[in-house]
C-alpha cells in the first residue's frame, strides 16, 4: 500500500507544532515525521505531544542520530512512547550529521560499525529480549527493558551512500531517503537496500520512505522550490519539481512510488510560512492516492 505523509522540519519552533499537528491530523494526512536535528527539537518529547494532541495520526522519527543517544535510551524512549500510543510510532535512526556529532563530542570514526552495532540492539530491546553484547560502541550487560512495547515496532534506518544503504537493508526494517533523491536514485536504493537484506538472509518486505521537498500553490510556489534545489543542489531537476495543486503534487510524486517507494513524505520549503495550509493540501494528496 502506498502511503503518504508530510514533515515538520525544525526550521519551524517547538510552538507551531500543535497547529500543524492538527490540521495534518484533520486534513487526513496519515503519518507527520519529524526531524531531530542539532540543536533544535528533541524528536520523542515532540512526538509525544502530537500523540497526545492527536486522535490517529502516526508519527515517524526521521531520524535520530544515533552518536547522539545511548541505545538503551532510545530503546526506552520508542518502548514508552509505543505503550503510550500503540502502533502509531515510526521509530528511525541514522547517522547523524557528522559535523554536529562532533560539535558534542559524539562522533565517531566509524559510523557504518556503530549502526551495525546499534540497529539489531535496539530491535532486540524493543522485543523484550535480554542483550549483552560488546562492540567497539555499543556496550550492553544483560540489558532488558522493564516495559517493552505489546507491539515490536519496526526500525527504520536512514542511508544514502550505497554501503549504508546495504547496510540498512541487512539490520533494518526499512531505509530513510533524505529529499533531493530523484526516482533513478529511488529505484538504485532499493535494490541496494534489498541486496543487503538477502545477504542477512532475512526475506520479509524491506521498506522504502522517501522524503520529497514540495510546494503548493501556482507559479511562484513552483519558481521558489526551483531556487531552493538550484542554492541546495546547483541544479533543478525537473524529476525533483514536485509543485502545484494537490492533482499537480499527486502526479509528481507518482514516479518515486513506481521507483519502488513505500511512502513519500512530503517536505515543506524552510520558509514555508503557511505550514496549517500544506498539511491540508498534503491531506489533498493523501486522499486522492488512496483513491488510485
Known sequence: MRRIGAIFTPYSPPEALRDAAQAADDSGVPELWLWEDCFRESAFAAASAVLAWTDRLRVGIGVAPMPLRNVALTAMEIATVERLFPGRLIPGVGHGVLPWMGQVGARVASPLTLMAEYVPALRS????????????????????????????????????????????????????????????????????????????????????????????????ARALLADDLLRTAGEADPALIVAGDAAAVTAAIEPFFSAGATSVILQPREAEADLVGFMAAAGEVARQVGAQ
Open 125 to 220: 530491546l524493543l522485543a523484550g529480549e535480554e542483550v549483552t553484547t560488546s562492540g567497539r560502541y555499543v556496550s550492553l550487560d544483560h540489558v532488558r527493558l522493564d516495559w517493552p512495547p505489546a507491539r515490536t515496532p519496526g526500525v527504520v534506518v536512514a542511508g544514502e551512500g550505497p554501503k549504508t544503504v546495504r547496510l540498512t537493508g541487512q539490520v533494518g526494517d526499512g531505509t530513510v531517503l533524505p529529499a533531493g533523491s530523484t526516482p533513478d536514485r529511488v529505484a538504485r536504493t532499493l535494490a541496494t537496500a534489498l541486496e543487503g537484506r538477502a545477504d542477512a538472509g532475512r526475506d520479509a518486505a524491506h521498506e522504502l520512505i522517501v522524503f520529497v521537498s514540495a510546494a503548493f500553490g501556482g507559479d511562484s
